[in-house]
C-alpha cells in the first residue's frame, strides 16, 4: 500500500511538472497593459533579452525577487535587458499597479493582465495551484530559454543565476 501512495505521489508530480509548456520554444504573443489601459505587444520588445516577472502586489516572495531582478537590471539594461512586472489579480485597479512598482522600489516597469491570460501565456492549466514569482526568460529572438514550473524556480531568482543566464543571452 506504502508504495502504491508513493507512486501516486510520483505520477502527480511528474503531472505537475508537465502542466508548463517545455523550454525552449517561440513566446507567444502577450498583451501587457499598462495602469493608463494602454496595451503593448510582448513581440514590440523583440531584439531585447526579456524577463517577465508575473507577480501578486502582495506577496514578500515577489518583492524579493523584484529587488533582485532590479539589480541585475541596473546593470544588464544598458546592454539590452527589459524585465517587465505582470501583476494579475483579478480586477486589479491602475492605481494599486503604480502603487505597487512605487512599493517595490524597481526601476523596471510594473504593468497588469488578467489572470486568464497569464494562464494562457505559461500553459498551465486553471487546476494548479501556481506559485509566485513566475519568471519567464525570452531570448532576443523571441524563444523562451527559461521558465518557472507550476511551483516556482528558486534558481531565477538567485542574483548569481539571473546574472549568468541573461549576460548569456545578451552575448
Known amino acids: 500500500m506504502r508504495s502504491l501512495a508513493s507512486l ?3 505520477l502527480a508530480l511528474g503531472a505537475s511538472a508537465l502542466a508548463i509548456s517545455p523550454v525552449p520554444r517561440k513566446s507567444p504573443e502577450f ?3 499598462e495602469p493608463s489601459g494602454r496595451q ?3 513581440s514590440s520588445l523583440k531584439g531585447k533579452v526579456v524577463l517577465l516577472e508575473f507577480v501578486l502586489a502582495n506577496c514578500p516572495h515577489c518583492m524579493r525577487a523584484s529587488t533582485t531582478i532590479d539589480k ?3 546593470d544588464l ?3 539590452g535587458f527589459e524585465p517587465v512586472g505582470i ?3 483579478p480586477n486589479l485597479p491602475p492605481r494599486m499597479v503604480t502603487d505597487l512598482a512605487r512599493q517595490l522600489g524597481v526601476s523596471y ?3 497588469c493582465s488578467s489572470p486568464e491570460a497569464v494562464d494562457s501565456y505559461l500553459g498551465r492549466s486553471v487546476m494548479e495551484r501556481l506559485m509566485v514569482p513566475q519568471i519567464v526568460v525570452i531570448d532576443r529572438q ?3 530559454r527559461a521558465q518557472s514550473g507550476t511551483n516556482g524556480d528558486p534558481l531565477l531568482e538567485n542574483e548569481v543565476y539571473l546574472r549568468n543566464l541573461i549576460g548569456g543571452l545578451l552575448q
Request: glycine share 8%; charged share 10%.
Open 72 to 74: 541585475v537590471y541596473r
Open 77 to 79: 539594461g544598458p546592454r
Open 87 to 89: 501583476a494579475f489579480q
Open 142 to 144: 523571441g524563444v523562451i
Open 109 to 111: 516597469p510594473i504593468r
Open 8 to 10: 501516486a505521489a510520483l
Open 40 to 42: 503593448t505587444l510582448l
Open 31 to 33: 498583451t501587457i497593459v
